[in-house]
């Protein structure tokens, strides 16, 4: 499940850069740092589950909440005709991330 996880989150990031729109070096760059910077969010806030208590699904979704500052500035400089299915998206990606950060977060 991790594999998928990782792997989709490439796939979601390659996808933004392919396209003509994203041609402009200082908006790659832009969008890369803050795919970094929303990633960096997730890991500083991923912690294990405890042990049967909660699931992992539930405690990923907390860790993207915490991280909705981050994953809305990444919205915004990657959507600039707002479209939903872009946001959804990346907040999908998020989503998915956050999960593979706390299946790794230490015990």
């Given at each position: 499940?991790?594999?998928l996880?990782?792997?989709?989150?490439a796939?979601?990031?390659?996808i933004?850069?392919?396209?003509?729109?994203y041609?402009?070096?200082m908006?790659?760059?832009?969008?890369k740092?803050?795919?970094?910077a929303?990633?960096?969010?997730l890991?500083?806030?991923?912690?294990?589950?405890?042990?049967?208590?909660?699931?992992?699904a539930?405690?990923?979704?907390?860790?993207?909440?915490?991280?909705?500052?981050?994953?809305d500035?990444?919205i915004v400089a990657s959507?600039?005709?707002?479209?939903?299915?872009?946001?959804?998206?990346?907040?999908?990606?998020t989503?998915?991330r956050?999960?593979?950060?706390?299946?790794?977060?230490?015990?």
């Open positions: 499940m991790a594999v996880a990782l792997s989709l989150g796939c979601s990031r390659d933004l850069f392919e396209g003509n729109e041609s402009n070096p908006t790659v760059n832009r969008i740092r803050l795919y970094e929303r990633d960096a969010c890991a500083r806030n991923a912690v294990p589950s405890d042990t049967g208590n909660s699931d992992v539930s405690i990923a979704k907390a860790v993207s909440l915490s991280c909705a500052p981050e994953t500035r990444l959507n600039p005709d707002r479209d939903p299915k872009v946001a959804l998206a990346i907040r999908n990606d989503e998915q956050a999960l593979v950060y706390v299946m790794r977060a230490p015990r």
